[in-house]
């Protein structure tokens, strides 16, 4: 038989949100017609599409291969009732997750545009460590990320969007020279996000240059706080200039240059494969804009 829209529209929202009774409360039907819908199109394919994983729902195979097909009859219908009604299209709800560095300085900025520009969107903003932000695409706990250095899955699009730079601070009573080596830290505490966040990879891939690893380190999952610790002479860290550059021009820390290289902070825009929507291509340019009107980011080719 021929699938029906509100089949394919049950396979989407369920595959997006990852559960039956979040999909049914978004397409405003109970769970249980939701589940006849799934069931009838899974008679339908002749296969399942879903499987349980937790207390939530994930694609089979066969679905995964399904979604990207279905995602654009369920974009091209929203766009139909928008000729027809005048409408715009219902893109529902859209789960972003930010660093907190993007959070403080481009977020405001971001719900503002996203807002003005798709009326009735519901939003959801999670922030955490790049690589927390990661598993949430993978585990559709998110639909997109804009995240630093992610380390990469093969159900994942990542989208460059330009390098954030990172600088070595401390207090001045450090004495600590510039450009400076790993030999210089010794017994000094370093102050960084926990493994595996790119903070951490980034600290400890530069101690290795020189054959050593940190000898004293202060995990702190806020670049935030960390920023703070350091502004209070507890340690130095490897931090977002755009973080901590009012603290460096008003003279509280210093920026130290390095003796050997620091692996980039590159920002990247992180969505499932399958889910490279119109819609989230719009939103990973509005957020690329805003990053670099915020000069969180420094241009590159995108």
Known sequence: MRPTFVQLEALFWTARLGSLKEAARHLRVSP????????????????????????????????????????????????????????????????????????????????????????????????????????????????????????????????????????????????????????????????????????????????RQAGLEPSRICKCSSPTIAAQLVKAGLGVSLLPRLLVQNAVDDGQITALETKLPVQPSRMFAAYRVAEGSGFIQEIVSLGHDIMLQAQLIEPSAY
């Open 32 to 207: 249980p017609t939701l589940s006849l819908r799934i069931d009838q199109l899974e008679g339908d394919v002749g296969s399942k599409l879903f499987e349980r994983s937790g207390r939530g729902l994930v694609l089979t195979r066969k679905g995964e291969a399904l979604l990207p097909s279905v995602a654009v009859v369920v974009e091209e219908y929203g766009r139909v009732q928008q000729v027809m009604r005048g409408q715009r299209p219902d893109f529902g709800i859209l789960r972003v997750g930010t660093t907190e560095t993007f959070a403080q300085a481009c977020l405001s900025n971001f719900m503002h545009e996203i807002e003005r520009r798709y009326l009735g969107l519901e939003l959801e903003f999670v922030v955490r460590t790049s690589s927390d932000l990661e598993i949430g695409v993978l585990d559709r706990r998110l639909d997109i990320a804009f995240a630093i250095n992610p380390s990469g899955d093969p159900k994942l699009t990542l989208v460059p969007l330009g390098i954030q730079p990172a600088i070595w601070v401390a207090t001045p009573n450090f004495q600590l020279p510039s450009p400076l080596h790993p030999t210089h830290l010794s017994g000094i505490t370093i102050i960084t996000n926990p493994h595996p966040a790119p903070m951490w990879r980034q600290i400890t891939d530069w101690f």
